[in-house]
């Protein structure tokens, strides 16, 4: 615990830094807040659920910007057919790291119903730091 001490910026202050770690850990820029959510589970666990709320919410507004940008793309590429293929529900996937932006982008490009997308997504996204949560203890 002394040696994450140190990330404690108040628990207010960390969870809006989670939010925007997750946010653009969710994006095409480089990152990850896998690490920090941890961090910030282990030292205030009364706020697990505030946490896995912040960076969930977080990592799925960024995986639907990086959506929303490839949607402005012109021409509808006709090589997608898996994202084609499972249309929204391919977007559970979009928790794995850097196919998991390819396929928020796939999305977008090809113009597939925003809502459904953003419900996929997030189910994906707030698994995955379910999954970090638990091992947090």
């Known amino acids: 615990m002394e040696l ?7 628990v207010e202050a ?3 830094g989670l939010f925007a770690a997750s946010f653009l850990a969710a994006t095409l820029l480089p990152g990850g807040s896998e690490a920090l ?7 205030h666990p009364d706020q697990a659920a505030a946490a896995l709320a912040a960076a969930g919410l977080g990592n ?12 402005l793309l012109p021409n509808r590429p006709e090589k997608l057919a898996a994202v084609r293929r499972w ?6 996937l979009s928790w794995a790291p850097i196919a998991g932006d390819a396929l ?10 925003w809502l459904p997308c953003a419900a996929w997504m997030a189910l994906g996204k707030f698994a995955r730091y379910a999954v970090v949560l638990a091992l947090a203890g």
């Open 60 to 71: 799925t507004l960024g995986g639907m910007s990086t959506y929303a940008a490839a949607r």
């Open 104 to 113: 928020c982008a796939a999305a977008g490009w090809l113009r597939l119903p």
């Open 37 to 43: 959510f941890f961090a910030l589970v282990r030292l």
């Open 4 to 10: 994450i001490s140190w990330l404690d910026p108040g």
């Open 14 to 16: 960390g969870l809006a």
């Open 87 to 92: 249309g929204p529900a391919a977007l559970v």
